[in-house]
C-alpha cells in the first residue's frame, strides 16, 4: 500500500505546549491601565465610604475634628502604608474597621497597583482553572484535526451552518498553527494526533464528530485508527490525497472519506465543461450563500407525499442507512423517519447573520474590541 504526498510535517510536537490552549479576551495597554487606576479609585472609594460613616471614632491631632478631606486624606495614607500617624482610629469600633476592612482593602490596593508577580500568578492559576473547567464541561463538540486550508474551510462551514466556535477544538502539530487558531478564537491543542494522549487532551472520547484533515494519507490512517480507539460512536470524516487509499481509511474507522485531489480535480473538469455547472456547485458547497445543500428530516405535512413535492428540491433520501436517489421507487413516500438532502436557498436574514458574524470574527482577527489570544505559557 502506497502513501504519496509524504512532505514532512509541519512542525513537531512540544511537550511543554501540548495542553489545551484556550483563546482569551485580550486589552490594549492603555485600557489595561486605565482599568486598573478604575479599581483601585473603587477600593479607595469603598475605604472613604466605610471611614466616614464612622469618622467620630476616628482623632485628628491637629485639631480634634474629622471633616471629609481629613478621611480622604487619611484613607489616601493608609492604603499607600505611608501613615504618618496624625489622624488615628481612637474608638474600639474605628480600631476593627481599621484591622478587618481597612487593612483588606490596603493588601488589595497594592495587589492592583504593584501586584505584578502576583498578577501572573494568578493568570497561571485562572488559566489552569479555565483548562479543568473547559476538560469538565465540553462534550458533544467537533474535533478537526489539522488546521490547514482544509481544516480551516471545514470550521467556517461548520460554524456558517450554526455550530458555535466554542464547539470546536483544533489539534495541530505546530504551536504556530494553534496560536494562529487561538487568536481566531478556537481552542487548541498542539500534539501529534496519532496519540492517543493528544487526542484525550481534545477530549476526542466525548466529541460529536472528527475531521481529519492531514497533509500525509498515513497520518490520516493512524488517526483515524487512533480517534476509533476512544470512541466507537464519534462521527469520523476523513480527507485523503489519492482514491486509492479511501478503503484503508474506510476500514481504519472514518464513515466519510473525501478524495480531495479528486474532488478538485473534478470540480475543474466540470468548470472547463460547463462554466455555469462549476459556479453553480461552488455556490452549493458555499453553505451560507446562494443555495445550499443540507440535510434536514422529513415534516409532518411532508409524510406520505412523494420527494417531487417537497418545498426544497430534494436530491436524495435517506432512510435507515441507506441513501437512495429521489426517484429511487422504495422512497415514492417519504416516511416521518426519513431524512432529505436537499437543495435549499439561503433566506436574506440568514444570509445577514451569516456576514454579521463573519464581520465579527473578522475584527477579533485584526485585534478589534474582540480580539483574542493564547494564553501565557
Same mark, same amino acid.
Given at each position: 500500500?502506497?502513501?504519496?504526498?509524504?512532505?514532512?510535517?509541519?512542525?513537531?510536537?512540544?511537550?511543554?505546549?501540548?495542553?489545551?490552549?484556550?483563546?482569551?479576551?485580550?486589552?490594549?495597554?492603555?485600557?489595561?491601565?486605565?482599568?486598573?487606576?478604575?479599581?483601585?479609585?473603587?477600593?479607595?472609594?469603598?475605604?472613604?465610604?466605610?471611614?466616614?460613616?464612622?469618622?467620630?471614632?476616628?482623632?485628628?491631632?491637629?485639631?480634634?475634628?474629622?471633616?471629609?478631606?481629613?478621611?480622604?486624606?487619611?484613607?489616601?495614607?493608609?492604603?499607600?502604608?505611608?501613615?504618618?500617624?496624625?489622624?488615628?482610629?481612637?474608638?474600639?469600633?474605628?480600631?476593627?474597621?481599621?484591622?478587618?476592612?481597612?487593612?483588606?482593602?490596603?493588601?488589595?490596593?497594592?495587589?492592583?497597583?504593584?501586584?505584578?508577580?502576583?498578577?501572573?500568578?494568578?493568570?497561571?492559576?485562572?488559566?489552569?482553572?479555565?483548562?479543568?473547567?473547559?476538560?469538565?464541561?465540553?462534550?458533544?463538540?467537533?474535533?478537526?484535526?489539522?488546521?490547514?486550508?482544509?481544516?480551516?474551510?471545514? @470550521? =467556517?462551514?461548520?460554524? $456558517?451552518?450554526?455550530?458555535?466556535? !466554542?464547539?470546536? %477544538?483544533? +489539534?495541530?502539530?505546530?504551536? /504556530?498553527?494553534?496560536?494562529?487558531?487561538?487568536?481566531?478564537?478556537?481552542?487548541?491543542?498542539?500534539?501529534?494526533?496519532?496519540?492517543?494522549?493528544?487526542?484525550?487532551?481534545?477530549?476526542?472520547?466525548?466529541?460529536?464528530?472528527?475531521?481529519?484533515?492531514?497533509?500525509?494519507?498515513?497520518?490520516?490512517?493512524?488517526?483515524?485508527?487512533?480517534?476509533?480507539?476512544?470512541?466507537?460512536?464519534?462521527?469520523?470524516?476523513?480527507?485523503?490525497?489519492?482514491?486509492?487509499?479511501?478503503?484503508?481509511?474506510?476500514?481504519?474507522?472514518?464513515?466519510?472519506?473525501?478524495?480531495?485531489?479528486?474532488?478538485?480535480?473534478?470540480?475543474?473538469?466540470?468548470?472547463?465543461?460547463?462554466?455555469?455547472?462549476?459556479?453553480?456547485?461552488?455556490?452549493?458547497?458555499?453553505?451560507?450563500?446562494?443555495?445550499?445543500?443540507?440535510?434536514?428530516?422529513?415534516?409532518? @405535512? =411532508?409524510?406520505?407525499? $412523494?420527494?417531487?413535492?417537497?418545498? !426544497?428540491?430534494? %436530491?436524495? +433520501?435517506?432512510?435507515?442507512? /441507506?441513501?437512495?436517489?429521489?426517484?429511487?421507487?422504495?422512497?415514492?413516500?417519504?416516511?416521518?423517519?426519513?431524512?432529505?438532502?436537499?437543495?435549499?436557498?439561503?433566506?436574506?436574514?440568514?444570509?445577514?447573520?451569516?456576514?454579521?458574524?463573519?464581520?465579527?470574527?473578522?475584527?477579533?482577527?485584526?485585534?478589534?474590541?474582540?480580539?483574542?489570544?493564547?494564553?501565557?505559557?
Amino acid at each position: 500500500m502506497r502513501f504519496p504526498g509524504s512532505q514532512p510535517p509541519r512542525g513537531e510536537p512540544d511537550d511543554q505546549t501540548s495542553g489545551v490552549h484556550l483563546p482569551r479576551y485580550l486589552a490594549g495597554p492603555l485600557v489595561q491601565v486605565i482599568r486598573r487606576l478604575c479599581m483601585a479609585g473603587a477600593v479607595m472609594a469603598l475605604a472613604v465610604v466605610i471611614v466616614y460613616a464612622d469618622r467620630g471614632g476616628y482623632h485628628d491631632n491637629h485639631d480634634g475634628h474629622v471633616n471629609f478631606w481629613d478621611v480622604l486624606y487619611y484613607v489616601t495614607v493608609s492604603l499607600s502604608t505611608t501613615g504618618y500617624g496624625d489622624i488615628v482610629p481612637a474608638s474600639h469600633g474605628a480600631r476593627l474597621i481599621t484591622t478587618f476592612l481597612i487593612t483588606p482593602l490596603r493588601v488589595l490596593f497594592l495587589i492592583i497597583l504593584v501586584g505584578t508577580t502576583l498578577e501572573v500568578l494568578t493568570e497561571r492559576t485562572r488559566d489552569q482553572w479555565r483548562q479543568a473547567h473547559w476538560r469538565r464541561n465540553v462534550r458533544d463538540h467537533t474535533v478537526i484535526v489539522g488546521f490547514g486550508t482544509k481544516g480551516r474551510s471545514a @470550521a =467556517e462551514t461548520l460554524m $456558517s451552518g450554526g455550530l458555535g466556535q !466554542d464547539r470546536i %477544538v483544533i +489539534v495541530d502539530p505546530s504551536s /504556530r498553527v494553534v496560536e494562529q487558531a487561538n487568536a481566531d478564537g478556537y481552542a487548541g491543542v498542539v500534539g501529534d494526533a496519532t496519540r492517543s494522549s493528544v487526542l484525550i487532551r481534545a477530549r476526542t472520547d466525548r466529541a460529536r464528530q472528527v475531521v481529519i484533515s492531514t497533509q500525509r494519507d498515513d497520518t490520516a490512517v493512524l488517526v483515524a485508527l487512533t480517534v476509533r480507539q476512544l470512541s466507537k460512536s464519534v462521527r469520523i470524516v476523513a480527507s485523503v490525497r489519492e482514491e486509492e487509499n479511501v478503503p484503508l481509511l474506510r476500514q481504519s474507522g472514518a464513515d466519510s472519506v473525501i478524495t480531495s485531489a479528486s474532488a478538485v480535480g473534478r470540480l475543474l473538469g466540470l468548470s472547463m465543461i460547463s462554466p455555469s455547472s462549476g459556479a453553480v456547485m461552488e455556490d452549493l458547497i458555499q453553505h451560507s450563500r446562494g443555495l445550499s445543500l443540507r440535510e434536514r428530516p422529513v415534516t409532518k @405535512a =411532508e409524510a406520505g407525499r $412523494s420527494p417531487r413535492e417537497c418545498d !426544497d428540491l430534494v %436530491v436524495s +433520501v435517506i432512510r435507515g442507512h /441507506r441513501l437512495l436517489p429521489f426517484d429511487d421507487p422504495d422512497v415514492a413516500k417519504l416516511e416521518l423517519t426519513d431524512r432529505l438532502v436537499v437543495i435549499h436557498r439561503v433566506r436574506p436574514e440568514d444570509r445577514a447573520a451569516a456576514e454579521r458574524t463573519a464581520a465579527a470574527e473578522k475584527d477579533r482577527r485584526e485585534g478589534g474590541p474582540g480580539s483574542w489570544r493564547i494564553p501565557r505559557r
